[in-house]
């Protein structure tokens, strides 16, 4: 019975890791063209809602994420964890990271190149990626 408990309590606690470093991602995204706007926030709080319907305080989870962004080196802290989840999930957050780039109607390099990372970071299809930037760009871009 003890074990079953256990297990319960580290899936939970799994998720939980998994979309705290998914929203430190979303962040990072947000703030490598030194430009965090409200539309971008927005962007992010939609996705960890979807992601995370029974989260009752996603403001938390944001403050959380942030200061976990703002204390990280690099992007392999919040990338180990994603890289493990099925393609549905990695294709979600990729098109969340392409909506939230594509924001602001522009992309800068430092954008396109966490891209690039990304894709590899997270194994996921080139092929696959490059529809997904067509779809957000077409969708942000008119």
Do not use: C
Not at 53 to 75: R, W
Not at 87 to 92: G, Q
């Amino acid at each position: 019975m003890f074990k079953f408990l256990k297990n319960k309590t580290n899936k939970k606690d799994q998720n939980s890791n998994l979309i705290l470093k998914t929203a430190s991602l979303l962040i990072h995204a947000a703030k490598i063209d030194e430009n965090y706007t409200n539309a971008e926030k927005s962007i992010i709080r939609e996705t960890l809602l979807s992601l995370d319907p029974e989260n009752n305080d996603i403001e938390k989870l944001m403050s959380d994420a942030e200061n976990e962004e703002k204390n990280s080196n690099q992007i392999l802290d919040f990338t180990k964890e994603i890289k493990n989840t099925d393609e549905t999930f990695k294709v979600k957050i990729i098109e969340t990271l392409w909506k939230i780039i594509y924001s602001n109607n522009q992309v800068d390099m430092y954008e396109s190149n966490l891209m690039s990372r990304l894709s590899g970071l997270l194994y996921l299809d080139n092929k696959v990626s490059g529809k997904i930037k067509e779809k957000a760009k077409k969708e942000f871009l008119k």
